[in-house]
């Protein structure tokens, strides 16, 4: 198994720009989660999903859009970049929606900046 | 709401010492309770977790955690410190009373692990 993947690893855009950060799963997870980390502040949570066709709104979801076609893939879409967005991305995934004692795995990351 | 703290930016402890990161908690219903670590440019790593059970959990690397109700705390602790055990480190909360399974993070503890 390949995990969490996410792509790309490193992103540089300018104001305005829209993009797609990848993430896909191979482990057949019903739960898939997107979240930012900033430097003192932790991981927030952006987006998440319990299943196939549902989303729901995290912490910070202003600016991001997702959707969840598939189970394998949730990606996340920066409408128009500001440069408060530049973070980290962290895409995470568990074995099921509502799964409190299930752990969370977390793909590498995609580091963004936005000029 | 659910809140976790991690009430130190840093913690430094030199090799061969025990060490031990702090986390404190706030939920509704019944806690379940993660670590993670994430080493330099790359994701996190689960490291253990509290679901119920014994209150001293045993997790990856050596490191073990305590979970104590009436003080809503889950430090983690290891006997021997490591140079390599340097990293950023994340507490997380579920909270067993809602539905979606969503994890709430700390905001993150350095350890410096000094020869």
């Known amino acids: 198994n390949a995990g969490v993947t996410q792509t790309p690893k490193f992103q540089v855009l300018k104001t305005g720009q829209s993009m797609t950060l990848q993430c896909a799963q191979d482990?057949?997870?019903?739960?898939m989660s997107w979240y930012r980390q900033d430097p003192g502040m932790g991981l927030r949570l952006i987006h998440y999903?319990?299943?196939?066709?549902?989303?729901d709104q995290g912490e910070v979801p202003n600016g991001y859009n997702v959707s969840r076609s598939t189970t394998e893939d949730f990606p996340l879409r920066l409408l128009s970049a500001a440069p408060s967005q530049t973070s980290v991305y962290f895409c995470?995934?568990?074995?099921?929606?509502?799964?409190?004692?299930?752990?969370?795995?977390f793909g590498p990351g995609t580091r963004l900046t936005v000029l | 709401a659910q809140s976790v703290a991690q009430p130190e930016d840093q913690v430094n402890v030199a090799e061969g010492n025990p060490l031990t990161v702090k986390c404190t908690y706030s939920?509704?219903?019944?806690?379940?309770l993660f670590w993670y670590v994430q080493y330099p440019n790359r994701g996190l790593q689960f490291l253990l977790k509290?679901?119920?059970?014994?209150?001293l959990v045993k997790g990856s690397y050596g490191f073990e955690a305590e979970f104590n109700k009436s003080q809503t705390s889950f430090h983690l602790k290891k006997p021997s410190a490591l140079v390599s055990d340097s990293a950023l480190y994340f507490c997380?909360?579920?909270?067993?009373?809602?539905?979606?399974?969503?994890?709430?993070f700390g905001q993150g503890t350095t350890l410096q692990v000094k020869p």
């Open positions: 995470a995934s568990s074995y099921r929606a509502g799964g409190h004692t299930d752990t969370q795995y």
């Open positions: 482990m057949n997870h019903e739960y």
């Open positions: 999903s319990v299943g196939a066709g549902i989303t």
């Open positions: 939920v509704s219903g019944n806690p379940y």
């Open positions: 509290y679901i119920t059970g014994d209150n």
């Open positions: 997380a909360v579920r909270d067993g009373s809602g539905n979606t399974g969503k994890l709430i």
